[in-house]
């Protein structure tokens, strides 16, 4: 399991996931824009499915392309401070060319993150909803290197082809109300927390925003995810001092 140790000069850290940046979504992206620029934060963490899907780094060179406006932002904003990217199951193929492009180091799940000490265990969550049975089964398929140098070896048009038709069932699935993520399994994550020596699970994937206590001085925080066109729209922030954790919306309620 990897470690990140805060440098002692942060005070103040975010927590962001489940964007789902995509063309069609202009107004997330504006909102992501403007959180970049002014977030007082030494250090903020994108724990997965920042994008609505990924079909390789190569995208980025695409000219006119919305991955390459999207890691251009990204790159001025790590100018600024640091920012860590996790995979999330939609876009599972960022690679090194992300990191080239950004300055962006992309951790691996889960990783420990040692702030205020304490040992905050980081994840996007994915891999603790057990009872998606279907899931976790494409998920072992999907983190195979061989299956992805596979995937990643056809045309990028293909692969775009691909993705519209992924997100084209997705959207039809949330239409017809099937679109309801499994939660975390708690002895799962209280395994991860106690082999790791944390006191808290920070992730995302649920869109289920909440605190949880699992057992005794063992808890779960699940961050929201950001949608600017819904009715009422929905973006937010998990940001950790030293004094504890705040949930920040960033639009109306």
Known sequence: MDELAAPAAWRTVDFISDLHLEPAQPATVRALRQYLHSTPADAVFLLGDLFEVWVGD????EPGSFEGACCALLAQAAHARPLYFMHGNRDFLVGEGFTRHTGIPVLDDPTVLTFAG????????????????????FRILARNPQWQAQLLARPLHERR????????????????????YADVDSPAAIEW????????????????????VLAPGLARHVLT????????????????TAEGLQRLPLVPT
């Open 58 to 61: 190569d995208a980025i060179d």
């Open 118 to 137: 304490r040992r905050w265990l980081l994840s996007h969550g994915d891999a603790l909803c057990l009872n998606d049975v279907e899931y976790q089964r």
């Open 161 to 180: 082809a691909q993705g519209r038709s992924a997100r084209s069932e997705s959207e039809a699935r949330k239409q017809a109300g099937a679109a309801v």
């Open 193 to 212: 927390l106690r082999a790791a020596g944390a006191q808290a699970l920070i992730h995302g994937h649920t869109h289920l925003p909440a605190d949880h």
């Open 225 to 240: 995810d950001w949608d600017l066109d819904a009715h009422p729209p929905r973006a937010g922030v998990l940001r950790l």
